[in-house]
């Protein structure tokens, strides 16, 4: 039976325009939804926008604007953006569409069916950029500031709560039974630490404002935002979603197939809502919690997170003047090189260049170098290897086993090590190639055999190598791979891995793949 693999990047606050961590997330998500489509997955790959909330009241009041409006201005903006950056999202949802608001009015109704929802007061500080409640003890070591260093903001209204006390043990006996849940392990210890310390139950309305969902049982209220958001996940499988409203009669992949979702990636600074808000909402509707949850870390200008209120973040037009220049490619196996996947990174333009040479020197070069000795040798056509030596077993040992070590890579989201081991083996077979100076052979006719052998495990490695990096460098790798000859339409990973080129196989001719960028 085929496996299924859901992803999700956060829904974004459309309150202005993406930026380079918006496009982070999205691009690290595609890379691992091409890759488990490559891999013969049943795929689903969603992302979309959350458009309640105060956050977009007050920036649109800002604009003179309805937040309606400033939703749908921003909203295409990050669906232009998705589109530029190739991104391969099978589905985006707004907070605002009929079939969300439909089936989170269907999820809160199932939370009040089970008791789990109750009338009370909340007063206490509010945090409006990240929209979230603070206690009174965390307002204190926060100095009274928001996440974005403006004030923190005073409540004190009626509201309805959500029980999230009662399903905090069962929350934190999930975490502790499953490792996997909360990746990287680090951050899973900070937030088994936090649920010790004790939840209080979850104001999960707003009567003073009109901006968002209506409560079913009470609608002068609007339900809180990040129920409202967190919901998305489901939503857009189809939960809680009437067939007659399913957006425009189109058929929505079902809940069924897809969910647990495999992984929910996102920043670090929203792990708690979907650590512990997430899963007890979902055992409140008797859902299965998310497979994992992965935070990854922040890109910093400076070592300060980039963001818009910090207005130090790397825009659209900085990523646009930077894919000009490298290409699209060069920045996502640049933004996937720069650290270890979950670490913060700092974005520099220089490390960006040097990716790019790095792309050009080891990749390229190494492919151009094959194609060029076989073409002018062999007439293009692939030798068969004959008798091994060590260093020949040695290279193809690392093309044997790329594929295995990718798997687990991929499996651990150990992103940085899916964009380096197949550049790692590109290096050595540079270094082969050095080492076994195939244009010196080409010049003895005794060493015929021998230099069918290089030639052959040289461009085998290659072609293992291109196929390794066709969900990082999409355009790229299948370039490379068409100057080797090869088409991938329609092949999955495992064939492709599984098939070493045969012995004649026409290549094809080289040209440089990541030319060189002036300045
Ligand atoms: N709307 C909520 C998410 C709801 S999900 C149910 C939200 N939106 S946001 O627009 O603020 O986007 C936050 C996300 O954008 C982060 O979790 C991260 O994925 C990405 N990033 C925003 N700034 C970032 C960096 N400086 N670095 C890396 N990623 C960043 O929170």
Redesign the pocket.
């Known amino acids: 039976m085929t496996k299924t693999f859901y992803i999700?990047?956060?829904?974004?606050?459309?309150?202005g325009e993406?930026?380079?961590?918006?496009a982070?997330?999205?691009l690290c998500a595609d890379v691992l939804a091409r890759y488990h489509r490559l891999a013969g997955d049943d795929t689903f790959f969603l992302t979309g926008?959350?458009e309640h909330?105060v956050k977009m009241v007050k920036t649109a009041a800002e604009k003179g604007i309805e937040p309606r409006q400033l939703a749908d201005i921003n909203v295409k903006i990050f669906e232009d953006l998705w589109k530029e950056l190739h991104i391969t999202h099978d589905d985006f949802i707004r907070t605002t569409s009929d079939r969300h608001k439909q089936g989170v009015q269907a999820i809160v109704q199932q939370m009040l069916d089970k008791g789990d929802i109750y009338l009370g007061a909340y007063e206490g500080w509010y945090d409006e950029g990240?929209?979230e409640f603070v206690t009174e003890t965390e307002a204190k070591t926060r100095n009274f500031l928001a996440f974005n260093k403006k004030p923190l903001v005073r409540y004190a209204e009626p509201t309805w709560f959500f029980r999230l006390s009662k399903y905090a043990p069962q929350v934190q006996q999930y975490i502790e039974a499953h490792p996997q849940f909360i990746q990287p392990e680090s951050r899973r210890n900070e937030v088994l630490s936090k649920l010790k310390q004790g939840v209080d139950d979850l104001s999960i309305s707003r009567a003073t404002l009109k901006w968002g969902i209506p409560l079913p049982n009470d609608p002068q209220h609007v339900i809180y935002?990040?129920i409202d958001?967190?919901?998305?996940?489901i939503t857009a499988l189809g939960y809680g979603v009437g067939e007659n409203q399913a957006s425009g009669g189109r058929v929505h992949p079902p809940y069924e197939k897809y969910w647990p979702v495999n992984v929910?990636?996102?920043?670090?600074?929203?792990l708690w809502?979907?650590a512990v808000y997430?899963p007890a909402m979902l055992f409140s509707i008797n859902q299965l919690p998310p497979h994992q949850v992965f935070?990854?870390?922040?890109?910093?200008a400076d070592g300060r997170?980039?963001?818009k209120t910090e207005g130090n973040?790397i825009d659209i037009e900085k990523l646009r003047a930077d894919i000009s220049k490298f290409g699209l490619d060069t920045l996502r196996y640049y933004l996937l090189r720069a650290a270890p996947f979950g670490n913060?990174?700092d974005f520099s333009e220089t490390d960006l260049a040097a990716a790019h040479v790095e792309l050009g020197n080891v990749l390229g070069n190494c492919l151009n170098r094959v194609l060029n000795i076989i073409n002018k040798n062999r007439d293009g056509a692939l030798p068969a290897a004959a008798a091994l030596e060590d260093l020949d077993r040695s290279l193809q040992e690392r093309t044997q086993n790329l594929a295995a070590e990718l798997a687990q890579a991929y499996d651990r989201l150990e992103l940085q090590q899916c964009a380096l081991l197949p550049i790692e083996l590109a290096r050595a077979t540079n270094g082969y190639i050095d080492s076994t100076a195939p244009w010196k052979l080409a010049k003895d006719p005794a060493q015929s055999a021998r230099l069918d052998t290089v030639l052959n495990l040289a461009t085998q490695a290659m072609y293992t190598a291109l196929i390794a990096l066709l969900p990082i460098l999409p355009e790229k790798a299948a370039a490379g791979l068409a100057q080797l000859g090869i088409d991938t339409t329609g092949k999955t990973l495992t064939e492709l891995f599984a098939t070493p080129l045969a012995a004649g196989h026409q290549v094809g001719m080289g040209s440089p793949l990541f030319p060189k960028v002036e300045g």
Not at 18 to 22: E, M, S, T, Y
């Open positions: 999700t990047t956060p829904i974004y606050y459309p309150n993406p930026h380079l961590g918006h982070y997330t999205t926008t959350d909330g990240q929209e935002v990040w958001a967190l919901s998305n996940y929910h990636l996102i920043g670090k600074e929203i809502l979907h997430w935070a990854h870390g922040w890109w910093t997170k980039m963001s973040f913060d990174l």
